[in-house]
C-alpha cells in the first residue's frame, strides 16, 4: 500500500498489488509473475507495480522487464517516457533531472514522451533510445552492441539466464552478419544499473 510503513524485503516473498519496491546502494532484486513476466530492479530503484507487474511506473533507477508474448503486453511509465510492450524484453532506466533511456534486447516497443503522447516510436530490438529531461520530441533510436550488453550489464549477468536469452542471442548474432556499425550501450549514458548514479550520469 502507498501510505503503508517500509519494510525490509525478503527472499521468496510476494509483493502485493499496488506496492512499492526501493532497492538500496547495492542491491538489487528480481520480481516473477504469475504470467512469467519478469522485472528486475538495479541498485538505488525506486517503483511501484500495478495490474500484476504489467504496469510499471519508475520513479528512478534501472529495470530490465522481460514480458511472454501471450502474456497481453505492459507498459513502463515515468515523468518521461512511456513504452507500450508486448513479447519482449528491455532495458529501463530512469533519472528524473538528466535522462530516460530505453534498450530493446529482442522483439519490439513503442515509446512516446509521456506529457506528448501523439509522437511515437518504434524501437526494435538491438536498438536504444536516450530522451534528454525536458525533451519536447523524441531523438531516433541507435543501433547498439546487445553482445557486449550480454557480458557486462549487471541486470544480466547477476541473475540467473533469462527465459529469453536466445531471443536475445539471436538479435546479438543477427547484429555480428550485419556488420552495421554499433554503438556501446554503457558509454551513452550509463551501464543500466545505477549502482553509482553520480558517476554514471556525469557527462
Not at 39 to 55: D, K, L, M, P, Y
Not at 137 to 164: K, M, Q
Not at 183 to 189: E, H
Amino acid at each position: 500500500a502507498r501510505h503503508a510503513a517500509t519494510r525490509p524485503a525478503h527472499l521468496n516473498e510476494s509483493v502485493t498489488e499496488g506496492s512499492a519496491v526501493r532497492t538500496g546502494v547495492s542491491s538489487r532484486a528480481e520480481l516473477t509473475f504469475a504470467d512469467l513476466t519478469i522485472t528486475r530492479i538495479g541498485a538505488n530503484g525506486i517503483f511501484s507495480f500495478e495490474e500484476n507487474g504489467r504496469n510499471v511506473n519508475v520513479e528512478n533507477g534501472a529495470i530490465l522487464l522481460r514480458v511472454p508474448t501471450d502474456s497481453g503486453g505492459a507498459r513502463i511509465r515515468s515523468s518521461a517516457l512511456t513504452v507500450g510492450i508486448t513479447g519482449t524484453t528491455v532495458m529501463f532506466e530512469h533519472h528524473r533531472r538528466t535522462y530516460t533511456k530505453l534498450i530493446v534486447l529482442e522483439g519490439s516497443s513503442e515509446a512516446w514522451l509521456t506529457k506528448y503522447p501523439g509522437n511515437r516510436v518504434r524501437v526494435r530490438g538491438g536498438q536504444m533510445l536516450v530522451v534528454r529531461a525536458g525533451a519536447t520530441r523524441l531523438s531516433e533510436p541507435v543501433d547498439i552492441d546487445i553482445d557486449r550488453l550480454l557480458r557486462t550489464a549487471n541486470l544480466i549477468t547477476a541473475f540467473p539466464p533469462l527465459p529469453s536469452l536466445a531471443l536475445i542471442r539471436n538479435v546479438a548474432n543477427s547484429q555480428k552478419k550485419s556488420g552495421e556499425p554499433l554503438a556501446n550501450p554503457l558509454i551513452d549514458p550509463t551501464g543500466m544499473d545505477a549502482r553509482d548514479v553520480n558517476a554514471s550520469t556525469r557527462p
